[in-house]
Structure formats: C-alpha cells, structure tokens
C-alpha cells in the first residue's frame, strides 16, 4: 500500500514512517519541519520506497499534489504542545482543525478514502468516568488544544457520512520513547543537565498520568486497521496502568544517577488544561489482541537512554 504520514518527520509519525517502509510499503512522508527533524528519517532515506515532501498543510496545491495514487493517509501533523495554548489562541484551532479539513480535501479531490488520525485522550476534559471509556461523556474541553482535536475528529467522522470515508480516530495517553521530542521526560531532563542538584515541578507532583511506549502505539494502530472495517472506528490507546508525575521523576532521576532536591509550584494542576488524573479504559482495543509490551517505567527509562545518547534533541 502506499501511504502519506503527514508530520512524518515528527516523533509518532517517523517511528510509524519506519515502521510502514520496514513491512514493505510505500510512504509519502509530508512535512513542513515545523518540530520535525530530519535525523529522524535518516533511515528512511535509503529506501526506495520512500519520498519526502517537504511543505506546509496551508500550500493546498502541494498537498493536493502529494495526494495523488495514496490509498491510506496517517495525519499526525499538528501543533502538539497542549501546554502553551493559551499564549496563542488560534494556533490550535488552525494547525489542528483547519489543516485536517486540509487533508480531507484534499484526500476528497484525489479519490483517498481512509484516514487515521491522532487525535488524545485530553478530549475527555476532567473526566468523571476512571478508567475512561471511548463512549464516556465529555464534561468541558480544558485546552484549545484537546478542542481542536475533537473538532478534527468531527471533520473526519462527517466525512465519513458524506463522501464514504473510513476513518480510524485514535485517542492517544502521552506516548514516550525513541525520538520523544516534548513532555514531562523532555522537560525534566533539560532542567536536570542545567542544574543536577535541584529540579522544580509543575502542580504538586501527585498529578496521575497514563503513558505508551511508541512502539506499542504503532503496534496497537496497525493491529486496528488491519482488524476493524466499520466507517468510523475510534480507540483509546494506553497502558492499563498510570503513575504519579513523582513516580516518574523517581525513575528519571535513578537513571541519571541524580539526587535533586525538589520543589513544586504547588496545586492539582502544573498549569491551566493539565489534567489531575488521565487513565484511559483500553479494553476494545485490547478486545482485538493488542497488549502493550512496555511498562510506563520501561518507557519512561527508555525515553531517558534515548535523550543521553542523543542530546542534540534539546538544542
Ligand atoms: N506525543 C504525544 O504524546 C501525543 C499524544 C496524543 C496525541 N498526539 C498527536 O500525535 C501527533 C504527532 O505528535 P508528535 O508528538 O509526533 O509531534 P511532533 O511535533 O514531533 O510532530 C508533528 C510533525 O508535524 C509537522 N507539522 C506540524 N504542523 C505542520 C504543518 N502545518 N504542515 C506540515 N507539517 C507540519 C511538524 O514539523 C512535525 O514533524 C500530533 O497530532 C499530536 O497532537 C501526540
């Protein structure tokens, strides 16, 4: 099959884009390198199979170029940092609704029915169902980011009602692992090279989160495509576990062989949208055989060995 990934140079999509060349597909990577990196397909490049286009979602033309003779698309492009929306209000809304209906169009006008999106477990807001199942109300949105994505979502299911899309919505925990560019690991470990003997957290380090080793998360999407054919197929993707954020800086901290001193900025919430406790119900996905391989402490290590031998990724 030939696929295009946008965001194929991001962390998800170039694991995934590795992934797809090494079980003999074709892939169009389509990227602006907004947060991508081009270490990232490195290995990509050698294979014949593969083809980058290097663009933004907004040049239409290009996408619609791009578009011609694929039969699936992966749309990971997005702004994925849920933290600062705030600071800019519409950025969300543009880089993560607007762009998908960027992508549906364009699939629309080359005759490319079959989506798979990455969409988070953040639409769910703070909610009142733990562990939290696909059908669960959505009590409010607390980030523009998560609202974005619900609206993504919505584009893609009405697509699938109109003009006879199927569509695969895969509503992601935080993933880690090779590549991991952003997030709490991220964030700790560029705090702890600049100074190893003290480390400030954001909220009171109680806060509850669920995580997924990257290799899992491109496991457990492909076991869904390959399993599920109904017009819209949506699916929590998590562990069947969660940690305290003082949980993972305990792992953190071991590996780097540190013992700072910590302090906190106090409260249930590291910032305005940081959810208390996120804990997905995964049981249809895992009702199709899929477990996942990696504890959060494996992959929270692992993310860790990653970041030693490649710091450049914090310049
Ligand atoms: N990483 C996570 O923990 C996580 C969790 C839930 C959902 N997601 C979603 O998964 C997807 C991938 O996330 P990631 O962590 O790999 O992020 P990333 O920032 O590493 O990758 C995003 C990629 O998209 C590209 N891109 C962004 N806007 C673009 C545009 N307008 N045109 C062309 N290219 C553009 C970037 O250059 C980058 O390569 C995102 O949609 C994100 O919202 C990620």
Not at 60 to 68: F, P, R, V
Not at 134 to 144: G, I, K, R
Not at 170 to 184: D, K, T
Not at 290 to 307: D, L, M, N
């Amino acid at each position: 099959m030939h696929f295009l990934v946008t965001g194929g140079a991001g962390f998800i999509g170039s694991n995934m884009t590795d992934r797809l060349l090494g079980l003999g597909h074709k892939v169009t990577v389509y990227d602006g390198f907004i947060t991508g990196h081009e270490q990232y397909l490195e290995e990509a490049e050698k294979n014949p199979e593969f083809r980058l286009v290097r663009a933004r979602l907004e040049d239409e033309d290009t996408l619609n170029e791009a578009m011609k003779g694929v039969d699936f698309v992966f749309h990971f492009a997005a702004n994925a940092d849920v933290r600062r929306g705030l600071e800019h209000p519409l950025k969300d809304l543009e880089q993560n609704t607007v762009n998908t209906a960027r992508v549906l169009e364009a699939m629309r006008k080359n005759d490319v029915k079959r989506i798979g999106f990455s969409s988070t477990g953040s639409v769910y807001g703070e909610a009142e169902v733990i562990p939290t199942p696909e059908d669960a109300p959505f009590p409010v949105q607390t980030s523009l980011y998560a609202a974005s994505k619900l609206a993504g979502e919505g584009m893609i299911e009405s697509y699938c009602e109109g003009y006879g899309f199927q569509g695969y919505i895969f509503r992601f925990v935080s993933i880690l692992g090779e590549r991991y560019p952003h997030g709490h690991v991220y964030d700790f470990y560029q705090k702890l090279k600049k100074n190893p003997e003290e480390l400030y957290v954001l909220g009171d380090g109680h806060q509850k989160k669920s995580y997924l080793y990257i290799q899992d998360c491109i496991d457990a999407i492909l076991t869904v495509i390959e399993k599920c054919n109904e017009k819209i197929n949506i699916f929590n993707l998590g562990t069947d576990e969660y940690c305290e954020v003082n949980d993972s800086i305990r792992w953190i901290t071991k590996r780097l062989g540190l013992d700072p001193k910590l302090s906190y900025s106090g409260g249930e919430r590291g910032w305005i949208g940081d959810n208390p406790f996120i804990f997905l119900d995964t049981k249809k996905v895992r009702s199709l055989g899929w477990k996942p391989k990696y504890s959060i402490e494996q992959a929270v290590i692992k993310t860790v060995e990653y970041i030693m031998e490649n710091e450049w990724i914090l310049e």
